[in-house]
């Protein structure tokens, strides 16, 4: 595993920001941390990078604990922090040649040119960083973060200030980072689109405390056990459905029906069941809860049916 | 090149290449220009000895070099903090020890640079008379400890507060406290209290020391207790910024 973060406390200045915070992030995963503002996701980040020692819990980041093994633990890890600054005297290649140096690692012009080249950046661009534009700024930190070559990227708001262009580089850029050299990625956003098209596994933090946690896919489904099924019929449907055993009727409005079919059934013979006793079906869509619904739904605390925490 | 002697380029690189740090070496220039013709022409017309003018260069440019100390100390934390490029560097292998280590190097660096610029300005005041040599030697030897502690002393500031704005001004109200009796006049240093705050006072104790190598041309064994003084200062504010870097919070 390469973090296991189990009931995490943390405070600071007396105040507990941190009560029980539980993330679980396998090899090779891209993984989506949430929460509304002030929620703790930051601090969450502070515990993986060593920045903060916990007050309880167990913390293990690619094997090692942050608090005993900071060095270790800091060599392997890239890390891009909110709101992150730079030097703004210096140019880019410059500046990431001396960040590498940090890290004992001498870098050739090359080397650097192709690092940024990478995220997008001009490696001939010698103007000083401080006039650069925010998300120039934000591609410059990502650089930064793999100057190391990192086996786990943490990255805090990673597509802040980019256009959407700029946005679709990043993920593409994290996508391959991720599947071609298995570096994990866990990151921090608002943006629920990323996490979407990113993570395959998400974590929302609210008030200091995991409230959900697992695959995004089984999440976003309603019931692990089940499948829900939106169709469309051709007339409406008069007097009391009979529906086969393992089949619910969740919704019916107009020419509209969402259906629950147990996992083991095949959802062909249902069709065709149904078909025989009267539905006109003229389309049939799966149906899923989108992101945004599972978030709310978390950070309101109400009831999921799919929706756990799995230490 | 190992992380710690970066951390010291990068720290004396920015006052030779940053906009701010050619202001300051500007400014100290300027100001050394200035002293020195004011001194040289004082000198001329008998005003005051050559060794008097050699004293009151090494004052100059030891509380220029507190100055530029107690600026970049004030910056080293909280500016990193305010410029978002605390944590960058947090997230780093390196050890607080290391950055700070680091940050205090590209000080002795600064102090360097200042040093140097400032011994033609020594050689234009002094070399008329028989004090320049030791002159040098003293502003090195016990200059550097007390530039090098109000470095640390603003650095420690400037990891406890939020700002550079806060440290920097409690860094300089220090700075003047310690400084302004010799700037005020003999009377206060003649009190008891005087004679006591003098005694402990770093600044004080690298000015007395001045005064009597150069002016009374003592010989450097009577300056033991005036260096212990500014070595004290040195170890003291060493070990709280020690302490307050190893408690640095992001």
Known sequence: MLISVTNARLSIGGSPILEEVNLHMDEGEIYGLLGPNGAGKSSTLSLLTALRQRDGGELSVMGYDPTVEPGIVKRRLGVLAENAGFYGWMSAPEYLRWFA???GRETTR???GDLLIRVGLDPDNAAPIGVWSRGMKQRLGLARALVNEPALLILDEPTN?????????IHDLLLDLNRRQGVGILFCTHILDDVTRLCSRIGIIHQGRTVLEGETGALTCT????????????????????????????????LSYVLALKNHLAPEICWRMLMASGWEIVEIRREERSLEDVYIAAVKGESHDSGHIDN | MTPVISIINKESGELVRSGRGLVWLTAIALVLSGFSLLLVGNTELSLLDNAQAVYMMMGTVTALGCLLAVALGSDAVAGERERGTLIPLLVTPLSKDMILTGKMGGLAVSWLIIYLISLPYLWAVGSSGQNLLPAVIYLALLGTPVVLGFGFYALILSARMASVRSALATSLITLIFLGAPLVLGPGLRQSQIGKIFDMVNPFAAALNSFDSVVIDSQPPGDQAFRLAIVLIWLILTAWGARRAMRSLQP
């Open chain 1, 223 to 254: 019931n692990p056990n089940e499948t829900r099924y939106r169709l469309s019929v051709a007339t409406p449907l008069a007097g009391k459905m009979l529906l086969p055993d393992g089949m619910t009727l969740i919704e019916g409005v107009g």
């Open chain 1, 110 to 112: 090359h080397e650097v």
């Open chain 1, 101 to 103: 140096e940090l890290y």
């Open chain 1, 161 to 169: 200030g980019l256009d959407p262009q700029g946005r679709r580089e």
